[in-house]
């Protein structure tokens, strides 16, 4: 058999297992529930300029009442307008793209600096383990929130700069994860007979140890978009996040916290948003978690 029908034989086996979770997923109710909102948010976000139904950023004394005060849900505005006659449906739709941009950039920027320094304590040990985890453990100790809003206020925010500080907060739970796993496979006979047959570390890494910590990773990913999207909604709410005029969840409600008495579906509706996106996840990881770990199949 040559390099190549080997090569293709194992993209068909991604793509078939791929299938596979995808579908198990789609048999449990609640992770379906989940699939189906995070489809929706994403179709939303890729999508918002088409199906916004007003321009986001204009101000219109037509979306006021006669006294300036925000109109309520119903007729051109569907959910209502904000402080300053804003659609509030559309920057809800406009502040799915933000939210979800920030989520997935600041965790996958979190997954890879999690897992690059849980990988390579676990596998190397020694004083290179000793000094990282260590640094980890540094980093453990300041509040998450704390640091995070530290962070935010040194640097001027933006879409990059509050992905950036959402991750340096959030890759220390994901090495301390790896490292553990990686400590164990690396103790494994299969890792200990390639190390006698001489095979490089690059080698070991990528061909044996990495697979079985792709599943982990996979899972620890998933619900970790739902943490990133709270913490930037929390960050955008305190101001130190996404900055106006640029919707995100967050400063919706921040924008609009005084008029909850008055005008309470400014509030509710983005923070509806929030929590449906962040159970969403949730409830996917949580079934990629019972899927994909083989001890946990026979408890469901």
Do not use: C
């Not at 970790?224 to 709270?230: E, F, R």
């Not at 400063?251 to 008055?262: A, D, G, L, S, V």
């Not at 449906?276 to 899927?291: Q, Y």
């Amino acid at each position: 058999m040559s390099v190549t029908d080997t090569t293709v034989q194992k993209g068909q086996s991604r793509v078939s297992r791929a299938s596979q979770v995808f579908v198990a997923l789609m048999k449990r109710p609640r992770s379906a529930f989940g699939m189906v909102v995070i489809l929706i948010m994403v179709f939303a976000a890729v999508f918002a300029p088409l199906i916004m139904p007003q321009d986001p950023f204009e101000q219109s004394f037509e979306g006021l009442s006669l006294v300036g005060a925000p109109l309520p849900p119903g007729g051109d505005f569907l959910l209502g307008t904000d402080l300053l006659g804003r659609d509030l449906a559309s920057r809800l739709v406009l502040g799915t793209r933000t939210s979800l941009i920030i989520g997935v950039l600041a965790n996958g920027i979190a997954i890879l600096l999690g897992a690059g320094v849980g990988i390579t304590a676990g596998y190397f040990g020694g004083w290179i383990g000793a000094i990282l985890m260590r640094f980890t453990d540094l980093m453990m100790a300041f509040p998450a929130l704390l640091l995070a809003i530290v962070l935010a206020a040194i640097f001027q925010p933006s879409l990059l700069i509050v992905a950036l500080v959402i991750a340096m907060v959030n890759w220390v739970q994901m090495a301390r994860v790896i490292y553990t796993e990686t400590r164990s496979l690396a103790e494994r006979d299969f890792i200990q007979v390639q190390r006698a047959l001489g095979a490089g570390h690059l080698r070991i890494l990528g061909s044996h140890l990495l697979p079985h910590l792709l599943s982990s990773i996979l899972v620890f990913g998933t619900l970790g978009i739902s943490t990133t999207v709270l913490l930037e909604a929390t960050l955008s709410f305190l101001g130190v996040g996404v900055q106006p005029p640029m919707p995100s969840w967050g400063n919706i409600i921040f924008e609009n916290q005084t008029y909850f008495n008055t005008a309470p579906w400014l509030v509710f509706f983005p923070g509806a948003a929030i929590v449906l996106l962040a159970l969403a996840f949730n409830l996917v990881g949580d079934a990629l978690r019972d899927i994909l770990d083989p001890t946990l199949k026979g408890r469901h």
